[in-house]
């Protein structure tokens, strides 16, 4: 296949060549660099038999996709996703909510990606469990996915997010709230030493439970954050 060049996906989807799909779906998945020969086309080969492969919906395809939710491409496994419901939404959700395992990053991750790319608001709550974790790329995968749920169960989570991490996470939290309908967090977050502060002075109650548990369970240095808005918070319900 390759010594002629780069599959032709569109003769395979007119054929409904199952095999033929199989091998494009991994078509030079080992060379991720940039600089290797045909790298844009190999991506969109893989891309392209992922959509064809979830069109023909053959439930034979369903563990090949799965693994191609881990392609270094994120249009390859954005597309690997959206493949895997067309063929069983059910078992799609089902499976990747039985890779969302901490201790498995690369796993865990990608799940909570392509779970992003379904919008099933079952993953809502699992996906807000892994908000608590250390691992960084586990933890921005998780709050983006949950921006992308459309879900209103979501939104308190992501508040506790804005006070929980440091900014990249925060960054994330606010972009996944604004997806949601609450585009008003972007005025107080903005990613320097007041952040704190402007959630106080924002005056929504719904940052109060996660001020008070970082205050009591955060580090040092979330602690000293947390307490400047609390106490602001605090007096203005005194003067109101």
Same mark, same amino acid.
């Given at each position: ?5 780069p ?11 199952l ?12 060379r ?13 080969v ?14 034979s395809a369903?563990?090949?996709?799965l ?32 890779r ?13 990606e ?10 809502t ?7 608590n ?15 992308k749920?459309?879900?209103a ?23 996944a ?8 967090w972007?005025?107080?977050? @903005? ?10 002075e ?13 205050? @009591?369970?955060?580090?040092e240095?979330?602690? @000293?954050?947390?307490?400047?808005p ?7 319900n005194?003067?109101g």
């Amino acid at each position: 296949m390759s010594l002629f060049g780069p599959p032709n996906v569109e003769k395979m989807v007119a054929k409904k060549n199952l095999k033929g799909l199989l091998k494009a779906l991994v078509y030079h998945r080992d060379r991720p660099k940039r600089e290797s020969p045909d790298y844009e086309r190999s991506r969109a080969v893989r891309r392209m038999a992922a959509q064809a492969l979830g069109a023909l919906g053959d439930a034979s395809a369903f563990g090949s996709l799965l693994e191609s939710l881990r392609d270094v491409c994120p249009k390859v496994r954005e597309a690997a996703a959206h493949a895997l419901a067309r063929i069983d939404q059910d078992r799609a959700v089902t499976s990747l909510l039985g890779r969302l395992k901490p201790e498995q990053t690369e796993a865990c991750k990608s799940a909570a990606e392509a779970l992003g790319h379904l919008g099933d608001a079952r993953a809502t709550e699992p996906l807000a469990a892994l908000l608590n974790q250390t691992q960084y790329d586990t933890l921005l995968a998780a709050i983006e996915a949950l921006g992308k749920l459309n879900d209103a169960k979501a939104v308190q989570p992501l508040i506790g997010a804005l006070i929980a991490h440091d900014y990249p996470a925060r960054k994330a939290a606010v972009s996944a709230l604004d997806r949601l309908g609450q585009p008003e967090w972007k005025e107080w977050v @903005k990613g320097d030493e007041n952040d704190f502060a402007r959630l106080g002075e924002s005056g929504d109650p719904r940052v109060l439970a996660p001020l008070t548990k970082a205050l @009591k369970v955060g580090s040092e240095d979330t602690r @000293k954050s947390a307490a400047l808005p609390l106490g602001i918070i605090r007096a203005r319900n005194r003067l109101g």
